[in-house]
Structure formats: C-alpha cells, structure tokens
C-alpha cells in the first residue's frame, strides 16, 4: 500500500444508539490489512474513547481515520466547549461528564487517559468555546 | 466454560446464543464503568454487568468480548439485544446480583483477568 486510504464519518450529537460504528468500521478494515489483534484492539480502544467524547462533550464532529503501511493516524474534530485545562482532563477520575452520561458507564474520568494509555502518540488541540481535535497515531 | 454453563450456573436465561461462537470462557471481568472494561479485559472474557444500554454491546465489540450477563434482573432493551445479534455476541440474564453472579463463576474455575497472577 504505497498510498494512504481515509475514512470520513460522521459523529453525531447525543447519538448512543449508533455511537461506537466509526469505531467498528476501522477495526473491520484493520481485521481485512491483517494488523495484529493487539494492534487493533488498541487502536479501537482509542477511537471508541474519543468518538465518544465527541458525543458527549463536543456536539458531534468529524472522524478521520487514514491507514498508512506502518501505521494509523485518527483525527477526532468536534466543535464542542473545548478542555480548559487539558492537564487536568489527562488526570484519570477527572470528569465533567453529567449524571446520565455516567449512567451509561462513561464520563468517570477514564477516556483521556485511555486513549494515552493504548496509542503510540496523542495530540490534543483545544480551544474554549472552538472544539477539540485528538490526533491519535497507533503503530503496526 | 460455555454459554450454556453459564447460564445455567447463573440460574439464568440465555437471550441470544451465538451457535458459531464455540469459546470456551476462562475469565470474567464484573463492571459497570465501560472505561475499565477497555482498560483492563482481557481476550474471551465473560463481561458481567447492571448496564444495559447499546453502549456496552459496542465495548464488548472493541474488546472482542463474545459473552455478557447483565445480572440483577437487568433486560436489555431491544436496541441492545440487536446489536449484539449482529456482533454475534452471546447474552444472558440472571436475577443474582453482581458479587454472587461472580463469585459463582469463579467457585466454577472462572478466574480475573489482569491483576490476578
């Protein structure tokens, strides 16, 4: 594969019945490169955690996802409140997810670290009152 | 372990049984936070749950989770039932609460997953 490929999707809004399809779209077309079962679990892992902080906190947005030979760079964008302090969002247990999110089992503070924890590179551009875009990088 | 021995050491029902889905289940992982179920599950876990929302159908997808029991006496609703007949993942239900669903399976040999050596 000389040349990338990039999938576009949509993430909507407050949508937790389709929430999660991006995700899953990725880890079939990882499945069909043969990229190891690690691999894709980390990468989806990072995905999943973002797009659904797209759905929870940014409004929906934009997902990117473009395969490389050696590797797979995902773009979450949304035009949410943006993170005021990106540090403290890093810190597992810090959330500002309300009630019913929690309810869901999300919102406890673990997405942000999740997504440090599974990637090889995390990239995280916010500004308050603009959005949030995650730039992910998950190694092959 | 089977679907059809842990529904039956459950005193549970099965709501969906994947027939192509022969794993055989080692280990458990009880949760109701899906950012610990991706922080810390291992393969072919049995993923035991009070949640019941689609959500917890796709973290069981991310983590390549092919069996849920929601416990307590939790139905999932038809959206969740759906997906997972999609994701072919095995659902079952028992009315025994979360501590004594997993201290059940693990009296029959099913053991944690990471941090347990």
Same mark, same amino acid.
């Given at each position: ?48 955690? =973002?797009?659904? !902080?797209?759905?929870?906190? #940014?409004? %929906? ?7 490389? &030979?050696? +590797? ?24 500002? =997810?309300?009630? !019913?999110?929690?309810?869901? #089992?999300? %919102? ?7 997504? &440090?924890? +599974? ?8 500004e308050v009152g603009k959005g949030t875009t995650l730039k992910i990088t998950i190694n092959f | 372990m ?116």
């Open positions: 594969m000389n040349q990338s490929m990039v999938k576009v999707f949509d993430i909507q809004k407050d949508d937790f019945i389709s929430a999660g399809e991006a995700s899953s779209s990725v880890k079939k077309i990882l499945k069909q490169l043969g990229v190891s079962p690690e691999v894709i679990k980390r990468a989806v892992i990072s995905m999943y955690e =973002a797009e659904m !902080n797209a759905v929870i906190h #940014g409004g %929906g947005g934009k997902g990117y996802a473009e395969f490389f &030979k050696e +590797h797979i760079e995902i773009i979450i964008e949304d035009n949410g409140p943006g993170i005021e302090n990106i540090e403290l969002a890093m810190q597992e247990g810090y959330s500002t =997810a309300p009630g !019913n999110i929690r309810e869901m #089992g999300f %919102g406890a503070g673990m997405g942000l670290p999740n997504i &440090k924890k +599974h990637s090889d590179q995390l990239e995280i551009k916010s | 089977k679907v059809c021995d842990i529904a039956k050491i459950l005193n549970g029902n099965i709501l969906f049984s994947n027939e192509k889905c022969e794993s055989d289940f080692l280990t458990a992982c009880g949760a109701d936070l899906m950012s610990d179920v991706m922080a810390f599950a291992r393969d072919n876990e049995i993923l035991l749950t009070g949640l019941t929302n689609p959500q917890v159908v796709r973290t069981a997808e991310m983590m390549d989770i092919k069996a849920i029991v929601f416990v307590r006496g939790k139905v999932p609703p038809e959206v969740s039932l759906d997906l997972a007949r999609e994701l072919g993942v095995n659902i079952i239900c028992t009315k025994l609460p979360m501590f004594v669903a997993c201290g059940k399976l693990y009296e029959h040999g099913i053991t944690g997953g990471v941090h347990e050596e």
